[in-house]
């Protein structure tokens, strides 16, 4: 599995060197998962950190009235983790599950720890990741929520270019918490709106 | 000014040698808020990180029908920023206000690079700051939306010990998004189940 994508989405934030670059890649395990596979089911520990080189997965949990919310996808070029479960060792709240048959690098805990020890630019990396997935939670905590259904929609596509074209239409609702007849209304608006 | 409160805050997560803490507090600079003054209105850039070491601040946004959101206080012992209108200099969507007279250390954002840049250990302790800001969140997003108004009031007790008897029953209302009225009656219910 190349490790282009996985070595230009860390060089878009640090520099590592040649011989970094080089520990970096040695520590990941290259995995295919088949669509519907999981990667995480809820309650168990996550133990890897997980990078997206083609397909997609998907980040959910359960509400309690056992509904499916789905709060992420991840596509190529996404990094996926239960940050708590992983950090602290903790079952996990959320699972991960594959919509498409996926490649990925998985990175455990122990080499995820000595990546961070050896290589100060790594640290730099998360910081840079954890900053800005604060941000974005922040910013859906507070300004999406005032968001209509139709603004919504329009996020998912800039954010998820050419996704709606791959998977089912009953996981975009669900991501965007609309029903699956609400999400056909939506998308005729928009297709009359600019074709 | 004291520093043994933001150095133990700091130590709890990293070492510094006695020269990184000399340092670190080299660039703090020292600052006493009256009560209701504000350290960041809306729409104005984030050009601090603040350390509360007496008082209490709180951090809101206006919701789209101009009611006042309380995030978050920030008490003694914890850390106040707009991140992301700190980090990319961009007009804040939150504004900062002291809601009792406050002691604070304030760290400009040239030092803040300044002591990321010389202190690797000052790496560390943010990317584990943001990792755990982000767990925070996002349990926020998702657990506590199913949290009933008593168990949100009882999260609110143990997340900040004494403040309710400190400030204007009001804003812990804001805070917890219920009315005075309702708060009244939650803080009787839970009086009567503890005495």
């Known amino acids: 599995m190349p490790f282009d994508l996985i070595l230009s989405n860390i060089g878009q934030h640090v520099r590592l060197t040649p011989g970094e670059a080089e520990f970096l890649t040695s520590l990941l395990e290259p995995r ?24 997609c997965l998907k980040v959910c949990y359960s509400d309690n009235k056992g509904v499916e919310c789905i709060v992420k ?41 000595l990546l961070h020890e050896r290589v100060p630019a790594m640290q730099r990396f998360s910081n840079k990741r954890w900053q800005d997935g604060f941000i974005a939670l922040q910013k859906r905590v507070t ?46 608006k928009w297709s009359t709106a600019f074709s």
Request: net charge neutral; aromatic share 16%; with cysteine.
């Open 32 to 55: 295919t998962v088949p669509k519907k596979e999981f990667l995480l089911r809820e309650g168990e520990v996550c133990r890897y950190d997980y990078f997206v080189n083609r397909g």
């Open 73 to 113: 996808f991840a596509i190529e070029n996404w990094w996926v983790i239960d940050l708590d479960s992983f950090l602290n060792h903790k079952p996990s709240f959320y699972y991960i599950q594959a919509v498409e048959d996926t490649d990925l690098f998985r990175l455990s805990k122990g080499n995820y720890d």
């Open 143 to 188: 300004q999406n929520l005032s968001l209509t259904a139709e603004e919504r929609y329009a996020h998912f596509k800039v954010k998820y270019p050419n996704l709606e074209q791959r998977i089912p239409q009953r996981l975009i609702a669900a991501y965007l918490g609309v029903t699956p007849e609400f999400l056909s209304v939506l998308r005729k």
